[in-house]
């Protein structure tokens, strides 16, 4: 086939693919029974090299084909037990697949070349398309798969998977990817793989904070710095499931796409099924390496616009549901005066929305607290040189509503169950047409009728009593996929008819956070705790995969609500500076004092805002290391730098790490803002600075430039 730019490869004589990216190659064969063989990922080899691994591997009877544990893209079928690609059943009640290659093309989709390779059942009218592209500058693969019914009958869809990307032969297997939970969103875990599976998954309706769609393994040895690291990281927002498995032949393959748990997709005669994509990628440069891919890519390909996001000021941990128009043009002032460039007010400013039993699903302004309507805020807002923003949770209702009064079956339920309340709420089928229509229409008039720059979109309870009255009994189990699919609609819609309006997803903090969402959502909301130590975790488990400016960090009181820590409005400030600044305290009881330091701190965040949001991000050290964590953004020259460090607690007599720099160049002069005396590039990152770091929860913000 023609070869662009020699990203895709296929010779005929062997059958062998090849996809390049810069510093990988990924290498698949078609074996002699038509199926699709992986054979390498890693370093950049030939399709000649690779050669001799397209072949058939038998144990015994038992074992009977061992090569299929690599198979690129695995049909539930024949002597087939491992995690399955697809598993489908056939109008006749046949439940076994067997496909093979016929065809592959290049062609352009989205406007993105895409290698497409088409597998057929022998005997049923059923094809899979395996979608392929490629980001050669970050080494990475995007995969899809497509479902087609030729035929005239429904064929169910029991589990369609996105991609199975095998390892290579490795010593250990480490896997490494993220828990949490509600305010402890975004913690790292690192576990080596034995035989069997391992799980990551939702099953809650939304991304969920328990785990985040992606992973990452490695040898068992990689660092930030150094090391082959293999990951993944899908783009969906609903049930997903991500499950490495390791087999008795030491073949390790991690499958992944939407959850198949209490999942079926009916599949019409002549209709398709795209998968949501999976990103995968290779690098030799160690975590640190995998992250700045795909924050680049994230950056380049995945996020609706490049504009730098603003520093914001968010009004719930400071009035709650009590929200007025007085106390917010009060607090705005305040705002202003710090330099805040967006406002934002958040839940209470609607319907009968006095706590959170009552109101939701009522989006008109709440007269008694706005008695002159939004405008008068917005206008007050702008006045004050700021843009105005504003939440929203569309998808759910309190039964306390008008709106659930008058549709009490428009939310999830099954007739003969209670209806679960969560956070006093329950779920809107917004995949009914006239739900869908509804969210549309007020968000529409809302945006319509406002001067509003921004919208942060909630979610704040997982699904349960997964029912869909008026849809068809067999079609049930399609829930899961269809909220997801309405949900990305309406998004896609608001987004085409107000394109200058961003967006933050949040989820009760950092559940609804993945590569699905962040097509249309500018930010997110990584977690409601606030508390600027535990940020530090968070923030660091999000940077894994995420890229700083897609998360909101906000300053707030100190001691926190949370966990009562005490912290100095510099740590607090450092903390949140490290990705898309806001400020989340009462203004109305700060001092003027601590309202100039605030300010000082957003005028230091402003400057080196390029470099924080578009730069490129260096893990320093984690707070493993002896306490003390430090990121450090550079631009793309490697000529101006921010490094931020945080020490938990000092001991006597224990020195602290020497800081070693990153991504500087080793042979230029380099100052430190602050500090008398020049550094060169080499020295700040093989020998390193030493920390001024006192007492407990002390930090620094150094800005290191290079001078002539
Ligand atoms: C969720 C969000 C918070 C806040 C509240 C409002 O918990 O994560 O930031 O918006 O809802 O009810």
């Not at 269809?482 to 394109?499: D, G, K, N």
Request: aromatic letters at 12%; hydrophobic letters at 35%; glycine letters at 8%.
């Amino acid at each position: 086939m023609g070869n662009v730019d020699m990203q895709f490869e296929f010779e005929e004589k062997s059958r062998i693919f090849a996809i390049h990216t810069q510093r990988s190659s990924y290498v698949f064969g078609i074996n002699e029974r038509d199926r699709l063989q992986h054979l390498y990922w890693g370093e950049p080899v030939t399709i000649d090299d690779c050669a001799p691994l397209l072949r058939g591997r038998s144990h015994s009877s038992f074992d009977a084909e061992v090569d299929m544990e690599a198979e690129e893209y695995s049909f539930w079928g024949g002597v087939n037990y491992d995690e399955p690609s697809l598993k489908v059943r056939m109008p006749d009640g046949v439940r076994d697949l067997l496909a093979g290659y016929v065809r592959h093309e290049i062609r352009e989709e989205d406007g993105r070349q895409t290698l497409v390779i088409v597998l057929k059942d022998r005997v049923y009218p059923l094809e899979a398309h395996l979608l392929y592209r490629v980001i050669p500058e970050y080494d990475l693969i995007e995969r899809s798969a497509r479902i087609v019914n030729t035929g005239g009958d429904d064929i169910v869809l029991e589990s369609v998977q996105s991609a199975a990307w095998s390892l290579p032969d490795l010593r250990d297997y480490r896997l490494t990817h993220v828990t949490g939970k509600w305010s402890g969103e975004f913690q790292l875990r690192r576990n080596v793989l034995s035989e069997g599976k391992k799980v990551l998954e939702s099953r809650r309706g939304f991304t969920d904070s328990h785990a985040n769609p992606w992973f990452a393994v490695d040898e068992g040895q990689a660092t930030e710095t150094d090391g082959r690291v293999w990951f993944g990281a899908l783009a969906w927002s609903g049930n997903w499931k991500i499950t490495a498995e390791k087999t008795v032949f030491n073949h390790v393959r991690v499958t992944g796409g939407i959850n198949d748990f209490d999942s079926e997709w009916v599949l019409g005669a002549g209709e398709s099924f795209d998968a949501p994509w999976f990103v995968g990628g290779y690098t030799a440069g160690g975590f640190g390496g995998m992250s700045r891919n795909l924050h680049q890519y994230q950056h380049a390909y995945v996020l609706p616009s490049s504009e730098p996001r603003k520093v914001l000021y968010n009004s719930w941990e400071a009035t709650y549901f009590n929200v007025n128009a007085a106390d917010q043009m009060a607090l705005a002032e305040r705002a202003a005066r710090m330099g805040v460039e967006l406002f934002v007010v958040d839940d209470g400013w609607f319907g009968q929305r006095n706590n959170d039993r009552a109101g939701l699903g009522d989006w008109y302004v709440n007269k008694e607290k706005f008695p002159n309507g939004l405008g008068e805020l917005i206008g007050k807002v702008h006045k004050l040189g700021m843009e105005f923003g504003i939440w929203v949770e569309p998808e759910a209702v309190n039964p306390d509503s008008d709106l659930y009064r008058a549709h009490p079956d428009w939310v999830y339920h099954f007739e003969t169950r209670p209806r679960t309340e969560l956070r006093n709420q329950l779920l809107l089928n917004i995949s009914k047409p006239e739900v869908k229509a509804y969210i549309l229409q007020f968000m529409t008039e809302l945006l319509q009728n406002h001067r509003i720059k921004f919208i942060k979109w909630d979610m704040n309870r997982t699904v349960t009593e997964p029912g869909m009255k008026d849809h068809p009994l067999h079609r049930q189990k399609e829930l899961w996929i269809r909220h997801v699919r309405s949900l990305y609609e309406i998004w896609a819609e608001l987004r085409r008819r107000f394109p200058h309006v961003e967006f933050e997803t949040c989820a009760g903090g950092g559940a609804r956070i993945d590569l699905g969402i962040f097509r249309y959502a500018d930010q997110s909301w990584p977690s409601d705790n606030t508390d600027a130590f535990d940020r530090l975790s968070i923030q660091e488990g999000f940077s894994y995969t995420y890229a700083p400016r897609m998360m909101t960090c906000w300053v707030t009181e100190s001691p926190t609500g949370m966990n009562k820590r005490n912290v100095s409005l510099k740590y607090r400030f450092h903390s949140a500076m490290m990705g898309t600044l806001g400020i989340g305290s009462n203004l109305n009881e700060w001092s003027d004092e601590l309202i100039e330091q605030s300010g000082e701190f957003i005028r230091q965040y402003k400057a080196i805002r390029p470099l924080v949001q578009f730069g490129r991000q260096y893990r320093l050290a984690d707070l493993q290391h002896k306490g003390v964590t430090a990121v450090q953004y550079v631009d793309e020259a490697g000529t101006d730098s921010a490094v931020f460090a945080f020490l938990h607690s000092q001991r006597l007599g224990e020195p602290l790490p020497r800081l070693r720099l990153q991504g500087l160049q080793a042979d230029r002069a380099y100052a430190i803002e602050g500090l008398p005396g020049s550094w060169s590039g080499r020295a700040l990152m093989n020998i390193g600075i030493e920390l001024p770091l006192r007492g407990d929860f002390d930090s620094l913000l150094y800005r290191v430039t290079a001078v002539e």
